[in-house]
């Protein structure tokens, strides 16, 4: 939110000074809690632990010990647990039925009022109209979005109306080498398949 804000006020014509008084929230330390630990969560909890966050997680399998004390996370069984000791909330789950709208008004009001929501999944994820309420009443601090619904939102939608909030085009994957690296990986897999040989990332029915 702070990055986004100092931006305008740096620019402003109308800015005379930076207040010193305008102060954000310390990452380092701060309990992240990522529901979702597949190979993304956990590659965000590796990343988290540069910054001595305290990692929780809920996940619908439960990591290896060897996993959890590679990157210091505790297990949440109950995503309720996670969501009421977290300082930011990390989505990083598929879009299925059971994750439909997974964060509504219930899980948002267990949240700290201190806390920030991030989303990096799928927007439906989120029930976005209790998180239109949730900002607006400051239920929570914040949120972060790379993804919504639909993309992009209606310029009219409440959520580009805030100031609590910052949303991106759903750039998580959007660099140059990464689009490279899928393309190549896309590839690989269709020149196995035509020369009979196993497939370098089949996704296995469940």
């Known amino acids: 939110m702070y990055l986004h804000s100092g931006c305008q006020i740096t620019v402003s014509p109308d800015t005379k000074y930076f207040a010193v008084d305008w102060l954000g929230v310390e990452v380092t330390r701060a309990t992240l809690g990522i529901i979702g630990m597949g190979s993304i969560g956990y590659k965000v909890a590796q990343r988290a632990r540069a910054f001595n966050m305290r990692i929780l997680y809920h996940n619908r399998n439960r990591r290896r010990k060897e996993e959890e004390e590679a990157v210091c996370a505790h297990y949440c069984e109950k995503m309720e647990d996670l969501l009421q000791q977290s300082d930011f909330v990390m989505l990083v789950v598929n879009l299925t039925p059971e994750t439909h709208k997974l964060i509504g008004k219930k899980e948002l009001g267990l949240m700290k009022p201190t ?8 927007g439906a994820v ?5 998180l239109v309420e949730a ?8 949120a972060a979005l790379d993804v919504t619904y639909p993309e992009p939102l209606p310029r009219d939608h409440p959520l580009l109306k805030l100031n609590n ?5 759903h750039i998580g994957t959007a660099t140059v080498q990464a689009i490279r690296m899928m393309a190549e990986e ?11 040989q196993p497939i370098p990332s089949e996704v296995f029915p469940k």
């Open 186 to 196: 896309a590839i690989a897999n269709m020149l196995a398949v035509l020369n009979g």
């Open 126 to 130: 989120i029930d976005q109209d209790a």
């Open 165 to 169: 909030i910052i949303i991106t085009p």
């Open 115 to 122: 806390a920030t929501l991030i989303n990096i999944s799928r």
């Open 135 to 142: 900002l607006q009443n400051k239920v929570i601090r914040a």
